[in-house]
């Protein structure tokens, strides 16, 4: 019971975003700020003025360009921290695109290169960080302009821009505390999948212990697709794969645990647990076709394990209160005291729900049948 407490904990900490941005004075985030955003013109290089019929105004996290080559422009004012503070800047950009930009008409960079289509265009990484020269940015208003584009990618997100800001120039994947835990608790994953894996080849408890290694496995690989972004730098295109493994090891993770929960509750009965798998499975695919955006998706698959396991443990104390109610109904009809004892004390006895009766419980049965021909609770 220890072992399966801790590894329900891991279970649900382990899904913690392992990226927390540390909200400080000298950090302003754009991607909720009002932008206006143009399709470019695929005859020029040259930025819009962003008065035209083919500019609209959307918060900036609004702004889709995937199969397609935008501009926008962000005016703001700039914290006094970030003028005041004396260090190097740089401008954050996380998006699944290829990017350049410019601040007060200044160009500061460009990750990868946009285009209008996929052969011209070159995929930029996931989160980049551009150099913003001394004195580029100053008191009052300010004016950042990016062309962005994502020819390349192979999913449809909801929203392809995760953030913007300006803060101290660093790199952009500097792992954090959040990202050192997550490690830590990757070891503890793969430590427990070669645990429970030597326990379960060794024929301690196979089953059980087979499907915990499964479940620290599950885990662990999602936890390490998780934190890959802070740690590797990769292609924007890449961001797809990421996200479809992050799911499919949560699908695994979740089939595990409650391939756990009916094996301790059913054990007696695998045809049963494997069609109620089933059903879980498909309730799971459902979700990943039909949700959209993978945190939801990833989400939702946790929360149906959760009322899997939770409704197969509803269903086993219903049936047990269902078998003192006949054992009950047995006695009142004329069985005899010393064998609804003796049924009561061996119902109680975990060999009996293994499967595993031995003698006693075979002398009950052939008397109960004697008496009306069939088991009580049967």
């Known amino acids: 019971m220890l072992r399966f407490a801790i590894f329900l904990l891991s279970f649900l900490t382990f899904s913690a975003p392992a990226q927390v941005h540390a909200q400080a004075r000298d950090y302003q985030s754009f991607i909720?700020?009002?932008?206006?955003?143009?399709?470019?013109d695929l005859t020029s290089d040259a930025a819009p003025?962003?008065?035209?019929?083919?500019?609209?105004?959307?918060?900036?996290?609004q702004a889709d360009p995937?199969?397609?080559?935008?501009?926008a422009q962000i005016v703001f004012e700039a914290e006094p921290a970030l003028l005041e503070g004396g260090r190097p800047l740089g401008l954050f950009v996380s998006a699944k695109a290829s990017s350049e930009a410019s601040l007060n008409g200044v160009p500061i960079g460009t990750n990868g290169r946009p285009g209008a289509s996929q052969s011209s265009e070159e995929p930029g990484d996931m989160d980049a960080v551009f150099f913003v020269p001394e004195g580029t940015l100053k008191p009052g208003?300010?004016?950042?302009?990016?062309?962005?584009?994502?020819m390349n990618g192979g999913i449809t997100l909801n929203s392809p821009i995760h953030n913007i800001a300006l803060a101290p120039y660093r790199d952009p994947r500097k792992p954090g505390p959040a990202t050192?835990?997550?490690l830590i608790t990757?070891?503890?994953?793969v430590a427990g999948f070669v645990f429970f894996g030597v326990r379960s080849l060794r024929g301690d408890d196979r089953e059980g212990s087979a499907l915990i290694a499964a479940l620290s496995l599950a885990a662990g690989l999602q936890l390490a697709a998780e934190a890959?972004?802070?740690?590797?730098?990769?292609?924007y295109p890449l961001h797809d794969l990421r996200l479809s493994l992050i799911l499919t090891f949560a699908i695994a993770l979740g089939l595990s645990f409650a391939a756990y929960v009916l094996l301790r509750l059913f054990r007696p009965y695998p045809r049963r647990r494997l069609l109620a798998l089933a059903a879980v499975l498909a309730v799971m695919l459902a979700i990943s076709a039909l949700q959209p955006g993978f945190d939801l998706k990833t989400g939702f698959v946790f929360i149906a394990a959760l009322l899997?396991?939770?409704?197969?443990?509803?269903?086993?104390?219903f049936r047990a209160r269902q078998s003192q109610r006949r054992v009950a109904c047995a006695g009142e009809r004329g069985i005899g005291g010393g064998d609804l004892l003796a049924w009561r004390v061996l119902s109680r006895h975990r060999a009996l729900s293994d499967g595993r009766s031995g003698p006693a419980v075979a002398v009950f049965q052939a008397s109960a049948r004697r008496r009306f021909g069939r088991y009580p609770g049967g």
Do not use: E
Not at 53 to 61: G, I, K, M, P
Not at 141 to 150: A, I, M, P, Y
Not at 186 to 189: M, R
């Open 228 to 235: 890959a972004r802070d740690i590797v730098p990769y292609p």
């Open 186 to 189: 990757l070891g503890l994953f």
């Open 49 to 61: 003025d962003f008065a035209g019929t083919n500019c609209r105004s959307v918060l900036f996290y």
């Open 308 to 317: 899997a396991a939770g409704l197969a443990r509803r269903h086993r104390i």
């Open 180 to 182: 050192w835990f997550a």
């Open 32 to 40: 909720d700020s009002p932008a206006r955003v143009c399709d470019a």
């Open 141 to 150: 208003k300010n004016r950042l302009v990016l062309r962005l584009s994502s």
């Open 66 to 71: 995937q199969d397609r080559m935008l501009w």
